[in-house]
């Protein structure tokens, strides 16, 4: 009972609409990224990481934490 508390605790974090909209900009730039040629989804995750920290800088901790990991996600 209790890891379906966890997932129901995910999935609340998960669908808030900050969250939403991090990952809705997280396909939006893996798109724009995988265009370019000889660019892959490696160096790609690595070349949005200050942009991510850039994006979530005037969060709380946690929730930069969990906004950052959902737009690289996305990617």
Do not use: K
Not at 23 to 51: D, E, K
């Amino acid at each position: 009972m209790e890891a379906l508390q966890y997932l129901a605790q995910g999935l609340g974090i998960a669908l808030q609409p900050i969250n939403i909209l991090f990952a809705f900009i997280g396909c939006l730039l893996g798109t724009l990224v995988g265009v370019l040629p000889g660019i892959g989804p490696i160096s790609g995750v690595a070349l949005l990481i200050p942009v991510t920290a850039t994006l979530t800088s005037g969060m709380p901790t946690a929730d930069a934490a969990t906004s950052s990991i959902i737009l690289l996600a996305g990617v």
